[in-house]
């Protein structure tokens, strides 16, 4: 048990050493602004470190470690992630009050990571040595890729369903191995599927998925406190994920909408026309065919009083749904273009380097990103392999629930399929709520859950490797 706890901790304290360096030491190293910072450090009391500095020098371009502390509540963006923020927030105006460094920020998200590598170690050695090192070794490769680690310097979202994903399922696999699981790791559970679905608007259904799963939970323990315990925090967890994407705002739904439609619907659309009429929309919205909710030179603009009777009242994403379903040929060509931009870990549009380190305008770091890039460049960004990759990943955990009765071993393959259906909906729900805008980006999670499965496979056949060396070996003796 020692030799199993050793593992988990030697890779955990290896991976930490990795992403101190990588992202706390000299040259910062984080990703650029592109306009979404503002309604994150606005609720909790940040700003630009240099309001006075070009829009090239403080969008897009640069990264930048020091941001300055202003008044609260300027916004009211609604995430978990808030809470990480402020939290950095407070620690560094106590200990550097005059500029906050975002790196303290990142120092969190270090934590977290560390545990959630723990986790998976911890648990792939609870199944035999050669599968503990294989997580271990997938952990320090391909999870703490510079692509994954640069936006813990940063003020996206993408961290936060990052890390937590990683927890969620790491502390979800460590109940299953449990023969009296613990109520404190089950509560962390939640807690961390909490973090994790309501850090984005997009991962609320998320949370839906996992409130299932914590309804299995319940089948763990024997005790009627355990079972109160897994369901009233499902329930807790089904209505907070709810609640978080009813009460969206409405600004947000309505860009949500004009992208999904405009830029994606009837972006090359064959009958522009036609689908404004199937869809119950005027004919003269057809000039906005092809128009992100962002571009100043649209015929119409985006906010005219005329398009709230016209679009914004008229429509929403259960139309847009019922559309694609009709049409499945169309929805089959937005995944396949969503499958063109579904191997990009990180946005290679947004630079990693403070303009003081002298790089280019836009650079992007090389350092670590062996797995990022081999990603990019060698896999095939086609719909058919992402197919592939899930049919054989099922198959694998069909294979493994049928063949294995015990509940808690049923719950961990249930875990392990929670992974790719995740992965399902976070491919989807760009193409149902922001078209084809920045669709590298939001297919952020789907890379997460994609590299998760690949992991898994390497450890599922690094289980039967050793099984079957082990087998030959007995029969030899």
Not at 221 to 242: E, N, P, Q, T
Not at 371 to 378: A, I, R
Request: glycine content about 8%; hydrophobic content about 50%.
């Amino acid at each position: 048990m020692r030799k199993l706890a050793s593992l988990a901790a030697i890779t955990a304290a290896a991976a930490a050493v990795l992403m101190i360096v990588l992202l706390l030491v000299r040259p910062f190293v984080g990703v650029a602004d592109n306009g979404d910072f503002l309604r994150v450090m606005g609720t909790v009391g940040l700003n630009y470190g240099d309001p006075s500095a070009s829009y090239d020098d403080q969008f897009f371009k640069y990264a930048h470690a020091q941001f300055s502390y202003d008044s609260f509540f300027r916004g009211a963006y609604v995430s978990t992630q808030i809470i990480l923020v402020l939290a950095a927030r407070v620690i560094g105006a106590v200990f550097h009050p005059s500029a906050f460094d975002v790196r303290i920020l990142g120092a969190f998200y270090i934590v977290l990571m560390t545990a959630a590598i723990y986790c998976l170690v911890r648990y792939g050695s609870k199944l035999s040595r050669w599968t503990g090192i294989a997580v271990a070794l997938c952990a320090f490769v391909m999870l703490c890729d510079i692509g994954y680690l640069a936006y813990f310097n940063s003020f996206f979202g993408e961290p936060v369903s990052y890390v937590f994903m990683l927890l969620t399922i790491g502390l979800g696999l460590l109940l299953t191995r449990q023969e009296r699981p613990s109520r404190k790791l089950l509560v962390l559970f939640f807690l961390s599927t909490l973090f994790l679905a309501c850090s984005k608007i997009q991962n609320a259904p998320i949370g839906g998925a996992f409130a299932i799963i914590g309804l299995r939970f319940a089948g763990l323990g024997r005790d009627i406190r355990w079972r109160k315990l897994a369901y009233g925090w499902s329930a807790a967890l089904f209505l907070i994920a709810v609640i978080m994407y009813v009460a969206a705002p409405k600004d947000l739904k309505h860009i949500n909408l004009y992208q999904t439609v405009f830029f994606g619907v009837m972006n090359g659309s064959p009958d522009v026309e036609g689908d404004l009429e199937e869809l119950g929309l005027p004919p003269r919205l057809s000039v906005l065919a092809g128009t992100n909710y962002f571009q100043t030179d649209t015929a119409i603009k985006q906010n005219d009083p005329s398009l709230k009777p016209d679009f914004y009242d008229r429509i929403s994403h259960k139309d847009i749904l019922l559309f694609y379903l009709k049409h499945p040929g169309r929805l089959i060509d937005k995944m396949e273009y969503a499958a063109e931009n579904g191997m990009t870990i990180r946005p290679y549009y947004l630079g990693n380097y403070e303009k003081e380190a002298g790089k280019p305008p836009g650079a992007v770091t090389s350092v670590y990103s062996v797995w990022s890039e081999f990603k990019l460049h060698q896999l095939p960004n086609k719909l058919w392999f992402i197919a592939l990759v899930y049919l054989l990943y099922y198959a694998a955990a069909a294979y493994e629930y049928l063949r294995r009765p015990q509940v808690r071993s049923r719950r961990a393959v249930e875990l392990f399929m929670l992974i790719g259906l995740v992965g399902i909906f976070s491919f989807l729900i760009p193409i149902l709520g922001d078209g084809q805008a920045d669709m590298a980006k939001h297919l952020f999670l789907f890379n997460v859950c994609f590299d998760m499965m690949i992991v898994t496979a390497i450890a599922y056949a690094a289980f039967y490797a050793e099984k079957l060396v082990r087998g030959r070996r007995a029969s030899y003796n």
